[in-house]
């Protein structure tokens, strides 16, 4: 049984449309992040290009979109988690990669209706495992970046959380 539309209720296609923007900017952000790093660190361009290999999780959400949003949105913090998690392994924890957890956590928060409660709060319960059974696992990183040069991903890496969690807060719809 459907219900009456509320004043201000979100809906399915705004939620979905929503996480496939963000699968966009981060899929199209994907080969700029090995400039920052040519840019800002100057050594290990090749190794960060190895990021990249995320790309087609989050083309992945945006074909799912159109077959089934509920399943695009449920794919786009999962993406998020396991190309965080390969992030992690490669630049090792000091990066600051592992920060994007938080990203995709605000994204499980965002991207569901109140009737899809059971979904958000398993795959908040999942990502917290994950995460705890990740952290201070994946050793230190691919490359020998030197201390400087780590601190100086850490510095662009958070930046990166913080600019795409702002997106995330701007781009969502608002509840009602």
Known sequence: MA???????VDDAALTQASVTVA????????????YVWWFVGEGT????LTMLGAPL????????????????????????????????LFGAASGTELFLVACMMIIALSFRQSETLIKRGLA???????????????GP????????????RNI??????????FLALRYPNRA
């Open 3 to 9: 219900l009456p539309h509320q004043e201000g209720a």
């Open 24 to 35: 966009w900017v981060i899929l199209l952000n994907k080969p700029v992040y090995p400039l």
């Open 46 to 49: 090749l190794t960060s290009c």
């Open 58 to 89: 989050f083309a992945l959400v945006i074909w799912l979109s159109r077959r089934n949003g509920l399943h695009a949105r449920i794919a786009l913090p999962i993406a998020g988690a396991v190309d965080t998690i390969a992030e992690t392994y």
């Open 125 to 139: 319960i999942a990502l917290f495992v994950i995460f705890v059974l990740v952290h201070g696992r994946t050793g």
């Open 142 to 153: 691919l490359y020998p970046w030197t201390e400087e040069q780590i601190a100086t991903l």
């Open 157 to 166: 890496n958070i930046f990166a959380v913080a600019g795409l969690t702002a």
